[in-house]
């Protein structure tokens, strides 16, 4: 795994901005769930930075403390209520329970559908963020504001 990034199309990608409640709110999620906890950083991307303005839950259907997968019709709504407010998806969090805090062979199946930031958090409350960028998986540095 590289450290850093190239580029998205073009433009340098410095890192996610996420402020401390909206992290500490997945953070909490985590500590408290005894299945991995998943959703949606909707914001703007902007300066070569991904900015969180909001941080949406959805639930995990597959109610496993090892993988997760969004409730579909859940996750559209979501979707559709950000974008009506002007914002887009910057990435997808969820939290690993008992694994490493690098990405899964499941997480990265999708990471090529969704090719945003992916945050995975622990426990513990520690935090990571990666992107896939030409089948590599960089490691972004997250800025809490
Ligand atoms: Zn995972």
């Not at 991904?50 to 979707?79: C, G, K, Q």
């Amino acid at each position: 795994m590289s450290k850093l990034y190239k580029s998205n199309g073009g433009v340098l990608i410095i890192g996610l901005i996420i402020q401390q409640d909206n992290l500490k709110a997945v953070i909490k999620m985590a500590e408290r769930s005894t299945v991995e906890v998943c959703g949606f950083l909707f914001g703007r991307w902007k300066g070569g930075n991904f900015i969180v303005e909001e941080v949406r839950f959805v639930p995990n259907r597959l109610n496993s403390p090892t993988a997760f997968d969004m409730e579909p019709v859940e996750m559209v709504t979501a979707i559709d209520e950000a974008e009506e407010r002007g914002l887009e998806v910057v990435g997808i969090f969820h939290s690993h329970l008992k694994c490493p805090p690098v990405p899964s062979g499941r997480d990265l199946k999708g990471m090529r559908l969704w090719p945003v930031v992916w945050l995975i958090v622990d426990e513990k409350g520690n935090y990571w963020a990666y992107v896939l960028k030409d089948e590599e998986i960089n490691e972004l540095e997250v800025e809490v504001v």
